[in-house]
């Protein structure tokens, strides 16, 4: 019945709006549509926050470089995109550059990345933002195209990756997702937190059919005052290092059953990083008056900034092997490189167990 009513795409879109499958769409629900239509987005929890944040506290600037993915890398390319339409793919020919190349944030925004009192020891991992699935939850539905509102942590995160492009989001539709993080380095003020984040992005609009682009991961880290009032550094980024490091999945039809094409390929370059410490937004002299933001010159005022001290530090590969390790289990098993495998199964007198893979099983690339 609803099918004969709304027709193919009219059930589709429905669909992808009914998050609850209760056949209604609430205000909730319809809020995408309505700020679609109406190009006005209402003060929503898309910027609240756990707590009030000072206006007046510190700035944090960042910057987005993007090279968009190389469509010859792409499997799908080798016979010329034979059967595939053009307004599948449009919504990824289209993103050629960042929403936004640059952005101001408060730096208490990134109290998010702090640690758990009970995680302040080194390589410690713990979730930013916990994963929601698992083998009886299953994997989140593919007839969607707008994220929703993002909550408590997930705030900062929805904010940076929006920078990118506007439908982030931050938590993936197969596990594992979610954001991860440990203590990297600890000083007397300061902490040095390694993260690593699994995103993705809903690249087409109705009319047309959901496109996912799932990047294997974001990984990075964040100098951080452990009042979170000052940031020094921040850089989050998708590794480059593989061959392979995108999937992409496209639905041909206005169900969830519908058909889907699944590709891989290889993005240049999408990353994030702060242009230098953060400042205070508001100035004032040892009287606490406001003073003036630039010298008599019309020059702004130069701030120095202490050199960090670390009392306790680990590298970023032996961090990035924690992270790696509270994301895959399996990897608490050691995998070698095929050139490798049998010179260390000889030494241990052990088999071989051989895997090929299309992509790596280690990231949301595959």
């Known amino acids: 019945m609803a099918l004969k009513s709304l027709g193919n795409e009219g059930l589709f879109l429905f669909s992808s709006l009914d998050t609850n499958n209760d056949l209604y769409i609430s205000p909730e629900e319809f809020k995408p549509i309505a700020e679609k239509l109406t190009g006005i987005a209402p003060v929503s929890t898309l910027e609240e926050e756990e707590e009030v944040l000072d206006p007046n506290g510190e700035m944090l600037?960042?910057?987005?470089?993007?090279?968009?993915?190389?469509?010859?890398t792409m499997t799908k390319s080798k016979d010329g995109f034979l059967g595939i339409s053009h307004v599948a793919l449009s919504g990824l020919r289209n993103w050629t550059a960042p929403t936004s190349p640059m952005s101001t944030m408060l730096a208490q925004q990134f109290k998010a990345f702090l640690p758990p009192k009970n995680k302040l020891e080194l390589a410690e991992p713990w979730w930013i933002i916990p994963?929601?699935?698992?083998?009886?939850?299953?994997?989140?539905?593919n007839n969607r195209f707008y994220?929703?509102?993002?909550?408590?942590?997930?705030?900062i995160?929805?904010?940076?990756?929006?920078?990118?492009?506007?439908?982030?989001?931050?938590?993936?539709?197969?596990?594992?997702?979610?954001?991860?993080?440990?203590?990297?380095?600890?000083?007397?003020?300061?902490?040095?937190?390694?993260?690593?984040?699994?995103a993705e992005f809903q690249l087409n609009e109705p009319p047309d059919f959901p496109f996912w682009f799932s990047p294997a991961q974001f990984t990075g880290y964040i100098i951080l005052s452990k009042d979170s009032s000052h940031v020094r550094e921040f850089k989050l980024t998708v590794p480059n290092n593989r061959s392979l490091n995108v999937d992409m999945e496209w639905l041909y039809g206005a169900r969830e059953s519908s058909n889907m094409e699944v590709d891989i390929g290889y993005l240049p370059q999408m990353e994030l990083e702060s242009l230098g410490p953060?400042?205070?937004?508001?100035?004032?002299?040892?009287?606490?008056?406001?003073?003036n933001s630039r010298d008599p010159k019309g020059e702004p005022?130069?701030?120095?900034?202490?050199?960090?001290?670390?009392?306790?530090?680990?590298?970023?590969?032996?961090?990035?092997?924690?992270?790696?390790?509270?994301?895959?289990?399996?990897?608490?098993?050691?995998?070698?490189?095929?050139?490798?495998?049998?010179?260390?199964a000889k030494s241990e007198s052990k088999l071989v167990h051989s895997i090929l893979l299309w992509g790596a099983l280690d990231d949301q690339s595959c």
Request: hydrophobic share 45%.
């Open 61 to 72: 600037s960042v910057v987005a470089k993007f090279q968009p993915l190389l469509m010859e």
């Open 301 to 344: 005022i130069q701030f120095i900034f202490e050199e960090i001290s670390w009392q306790q530090e680990i590298t970023w590969e032996e961090a990035a092997r924690k992270l790696e390790v509270a994301m895959y289990p399996f990897k608490k098993v050691s995998y070698f490189p095929f050139t490798q495998a049998f010179e260390r």
């Open 157 to 198: 995160i929805h904010k940076l990756l929006s920078m990118f492009h506007p439908r982030p989001f931050v938590k993936t539709r197969f596990a594992p997702q979610g954001a991860v993080a440990c203590i990297q380095a600890v000083a007397e003020f300061y902490y040095k937190i390694a993260f690593r984040i699994h």
């Open 147 to 155: 994220p929703p509102a993002p909550k408590g942590k997930e705030v």
């Open 131 to 141: 994963s929601e699935l698992n083998i009886f939850t299953g994997y989140l539905p």
């Open 278 to 291: 953060s400042i205070p937004s508001v100035i004032h002299d040892e009287n606490g008056n406001v003073i």
